[in-house]
């Protein structure tokens, strides 16, 4: 909720803790409407729904319940949370569930399910395409075969996509070798290219470390080949990290090295991957 008045509220815990409710799997689960809030006297605030511009008269005490209602928890989650950060509530839980009801009857706790239908209903427009992004690992001659084939389709199409080639391998000359290719690529086709080798991750984890410190121990394990314990390996889930980080959020390609265009799906896939479908045991 957006403050016009900035108000703040301190809350001082209890001196006995509220106890942890049982929770309910199949209870729909609610969160505060966003809105603007400003003072109507001493006890009241006027509160405007971003959403739809509505405004509800209540008190700063029914405004506090909301404040601890941001996140979609069931209504039982919710009073437990209110009465042990709201110590004028804590011992007053029929009052707390009839306040909230009341939220939920003024569409002001709107349920999980609500919230996706109106997700649903909105237009969505199509995310700008960011890059095709290449996995390759020591195999020059499955790349250049690639690229071959991604050659053609520039050819064809005039699609000039950017490319960026996610470079996890060991061996220097393959490296070298690999560069090489991209290079070329990049001059045959006219297209953007990128190459992201073994420094340029070691750069990038480097400056999302200053700029995150509290992840810095994390990052080279999700996204440089060195820092795993299983290092030997290729580990594509790091070319897939890597590739949805340098894509903020857009659309993006996912080639391994040993993919051609045009892409083909075999008939029997499906069945198989029904065939090949993990269930829990129970």
Do not use: W
């Not at 957006?2 to 049982?22: D, G, H, I, M, S």
């Not at 405007?48 to 509800?56: A, D, N, Y």
């Not at 395409?129 to 071959?148: G, K, N, Y």
């Not at 991750?201 to 121990?217: S, Y």
């Amino acid at each position: 909720m957006e403050n016009t008045l900035n108000y703040q509220f301190n809350y001082k815990a209890p001196v006995v803790a509220a106890t942890a409710p049982r929770v309910d799997p199949d209870a729909p689960a609610f969160a505060s409407e966003d809105g603007l809030v400003a003072s109507l006297s001493a006890h009241e605030v006027i509160f405007l729904t971003k959403r739809t511009g509505e405004p509800h008269v209540m008190t700063f005490q029914v405004l506090q319940a909301m404040d601890q209602c941001r996140e979609f928890r069931s209504l039982d989650e919710h009073i437990a949370r209110i009465q042990s950060t709201i110590p004028a509530l804590a011992s007053k839980r029929d009052d707390v569930r009839r306040v909230l009801d009341s939220l939920v009857q003024r569409q002001l706790l709107v349920s999980d399910v609500q919230f996706i239908e109106r997700v649903r209903a909105q237009p969505r427009a199509l995310a700008k395409f960011r890059a095709a992004f290449i996995r390759a690992c020591d195999s020059p001659s499955e790349l250049q075969h690639l690229l071959i084939s991604l050659t053609d389709y520039e050819r064809r199409f005039r699609a000039n996509r950017h490319y960026v080639v996610l470079d996890d391998s060991t061996l220097p000359a393959h490296v070298n070798e690999q560069r090489d290719l991209l290079r070329e690529f990049a001059r045959t086709t006219g297209c953007k290219a990128t190459y992201v080798g073994r420094s340029e991750r070691a750069k990038l984890v480097e400056k999302l470390g200053k700029a995150l410190p509290q992840a810095a121990g994390v990052l080279p394990r999700l996204l440089a080949r060195e820092a795993s314990a299983q290092a030997a390996l290729f580990g594509g889930g790091r070319g897939k990290n890597l590739a949805l980080l340098l894509g903020a959020g857009a659309r993006i390609a996912m080639f391994d090295d040993d993919m051609r265009l045009p892409l083909k799906r075999a008939a029997l896939l499906p069945a198989i991957n029904r065939f090949c479908e993990v269930r829990p045991r129970g």
